[in-house]
């Protein structure tokens, strides 16, 4: 999630500027719903880079049965 910080940073941006400029057409409350879907998911990013740093490096181990 914290490798998505930057893409949920400009997809936020882009759709509040898209949804909340003054625009009129079919589909601005859909923008206006991925703005708010956008927000949340880069706000939880930042808590986790934020919180948990040094977390990045961590692997998948497969565990044998």
Not at 10 to 22: D, P, R, S, Y
Request: hydrophobic share 60%; net charge positive.
């Amino acid at each position: 999630m914290k490798k998505y910080m930057f893409i949920f940073l400009i997809m936020t941006v882009v759709t509040g500027l898209l949804g909340f400029a003054g625009l009129t057409f079919y589909g601005i409350s859909a923008v206006r719903v991925l703005f708010l879907i956008f927000a949340d998911l880069l706000i939880v990013s930042l808590i986790s880079k934020f919180f948990f740093p040094g977390l990045d490096d961590l692997k998948l181990i497969k565990v044998k049965k």
